[in-house]
């Protein structure tokens, strides 16, 4: 009786296969809209982050700064994808502080949505938004 060899597939190099990233991103954790009141704070309360901070337009968060202790990222909302996207991303350190990073993040989060932040006034920054605990607003 002879027997046939079954071929087996080659074991794969592990260090070759993709493998999930541990730690979910901060843009795949988001909704495909505006953020809503309680979600911001659930995003502000994440383990994984410093801090978020809206970016409203019009009542709706359309843009966040999110920050680590390493970075800052600028998250802008397309409406025309219904996607979150980094219009900017700055390492922290070095000659880099943070409050540098925020505006830098910020004013391309404003460039992102059409809007030009050297025209911006006191009146229409963003930033005002204030969710409270229970969702109201």
Same mark, same amino acid.
């Not at 909704?31 to 009141?37: A, C, D, K, V």
């Not at 409050?99 to 229409?124: H, K, N, S, Y």
């Given at each position: 009786m002879q027997r046939h060899a079954r071929r087996m597939s080659p074991i794969r190099n592990a260090q070759a296969v993709?493998?999930?990233n541990r730690y979910m991103s901060v843009i795949d954790s988001l #909704?495909?809209? #505006? /953020?809503?009141?309680q979600e911001l704070l659930e995003l502000n309360a994440a383990d994984a982050l410093e801090m +978020?901070?809206?970016?409203?337009?019009?009542? &709706? %968060?359309?843009?966040?700064?999110? +920050?680590?202790?390493s970075w800052v990222k600028g998250l802008g909302f397309d409406p025309g994808t219904g996607s979150w *996207?980094? %219009?900017e991303a700055v390492s /922290?350190?070095?000659? %880099?502080? &943070? %409050?540098?990073?925020?505006?830098?993040?910020?004013?391309?989060?404003? &460039?992102?949505?059409?809007?030009?932040?050297?025209?911006? *006034?006191? +009146?229409?920054?963003?930033?005002?938004?204030?969710?409270t605990v229970d969702g109201s607003e």
């Open positions: 993709p493998r999930p #909704p495909s809209r #505006p /953020l809503e009141p +978020a901070v809206p970016i409203e337009d019009g009542g &709706r %968060v359309t843009g966040i700064l999110v +920050a680590t202790a *996207t980094v %219009v /922290l350190g070095g000659e %880099v502080e &943070r %409050v540098d990073a925020l505006q830098a993040c910020e004013a391309e989060i404003l &460039r992102f949505r059409g809007d030009d932040p050297e025209e911006m *006034t006191a +009146a229409d920054a963003p930033g005002t938004y204030e969710p």
